[in-house]
């Protein structure tokens, strides 16, 4: 069965420093998402993105952020300038579709990346 | 804003008992989507059951079925004949239909005992 995958599992990296998280997402998905969830909290909506640009982020999302399809395959999230509050584990979804369609609207989830801002 | 909770922050049964995990939410809207999704201790997180506001039958996979009571916004979980390989985390979802976003709640982390 199709899954999604994410790279690496758990990244380490100094405050002020970039880091870029991959997702690979089900091949024929046409939605994808990125996921947040800090230690003992809740999974946070990050973004939305379909056909080649964002569609829907939430207010975590600021200009620190930014997402990129850069192939047919690989589905990025780049953090420019890490801050300690970004240690979370960032979670890749994707799905056919957002809209109402039968079972379109389901998100499939990555394994997730453990990013430790030191 | 939506809003999901879940009320046990932890839940322990012994191997064949059947549990219920609770679920609640606040929401304005009249169509939307409500799931569960586990979440192993190898982290992926799975989506075990769905179901749509407008369908008035609960839905059912397996040994895992749901009390949707749309008047009073609830959405419990109820595991049949409960396995070790049922112990994960347990997080209820909504969606907006139309929308991307799935709102979650904190998790109930289910730990079934041989």
Not at chain 1, 2 to 23: A, K, N
Not at chain 1, 43 to 53: A, D, G, P, Q
Request: glycine share 6%; hydrophobic share 30%; proline share 4%.
């Amino acid at each position: 069965e199709p899954e999604v995958t994410q790279t690496p599992s758990h990244q380490v990296t100094q405050m002020g420093q970039e880091v870029i998280l991959r997702c690979v997402p089900i091949s024929n998905h046409l939605y994808f998402y990125w996921y947040r969830q800090i230690l003992g909290q809740k999974v946070e909506f990050l973004v939305s993105f379909y056909n080649n640009e964002i569609s829907e982020k939430s207010e975590i999302f600021d200009d620190q952020f930014s997402v990129e399809r850069p192939d047919g395959s690989n589905f990025t999230l780049k953090i420019r300038s890490t801050k300690l509050e970004d240690s979370a584990m960032y979670f890749c979804a994707s799905s056919y579709s957002g809209t109402s369609g039968r079972l379109g609207y389901e998100q499939y989830f990555g394994p997730g990346t453990r990013l430790t801002v030191t | 804003a939506q809003t999901v909770t879940q009320s046990q922050p932890e839940m322990s049964v012994q191997e064949a008992e059947t549990v219920t995990l609770s679920c609640t939410y606040d929401t304005s809207e009249s169509n939307y989507y409500l799931f569960w999704y586990k979440q192993p201790p190898s982290r992926q997180m799975i989506l075990v059951i769905r179901q749509e506001a407008y369908k008035q039958q609960n839905a059912t996979e397996n040994r895992f079925s749901v009390n949707f009571q749309k008047a009073a916004k609830s959405f419990s979980l109820k595991i049949s004949d409960s396995q070790l390989g049922d112990t994960a985390m347990y997080f209820c979802a909504f969606m907006k239909r139309g929308a991307q976003k799935l709102v979650f709640g904190q998790g109930t982390r289910l730990t079934i005992n041989p």
